[in-house]
C-alpha cells in the first residue's frame, strides 16, 4: 500500500520505476511511463522483518517434552492458578495454559520469567 509517486494516487500494487534518472514508486498506470525495475521491495521487506522476529523468537533453549506438565506441577505447588501465574508474567492466563496443554512453545524469556516466578526449572 502507498502513494504512486508520479501520479498521487493511492495504490495497492506499487512498482518500481526508473523515470529520467529517478527511481519512483508508480501504480499500475503511471509505470508504463519509465523502465520498469524487478526489485519486489516490498515483499523484500516483508520477509526482513519477519525472520527478523521469528529469529527473536527462536528457541536457544531446550525445551523438554513434559514441559507443560512441569509447568503444571510448578504451578499448582506454588498454588497459583492461571491468572494469578499470568498477572506475575504479564502474559495472558489462555496462554499459559496453551503451554501446559502443550499447545504452545514459550519464548526463552517467558521460560525464564516462568522460572524465576514459580523458582524452578523448566529447560
Ligand atoms: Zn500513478
Redesign the pocket.
Known sequence: MGE??????N?ASLVSIELEGAILL??????SLGKKIEIPSLNKNLNFSYKFSSKEMSLGLDLPDDLGKRLKQAREKSNLTFKDLGLKVFEKPTLLQKIESGHFKPSDSLIRKLEKVLQVKLH
Not at 504512486?4 to 494516487?9: F, S
Not at 508508480?26 to 509505470?31: D, F, I, K, P, T
Open positions: 504512486c509517486e508520479v501520479c498521487g494516487k495504490d508508480a501504480c499500475v498506470n503511471c509505470s
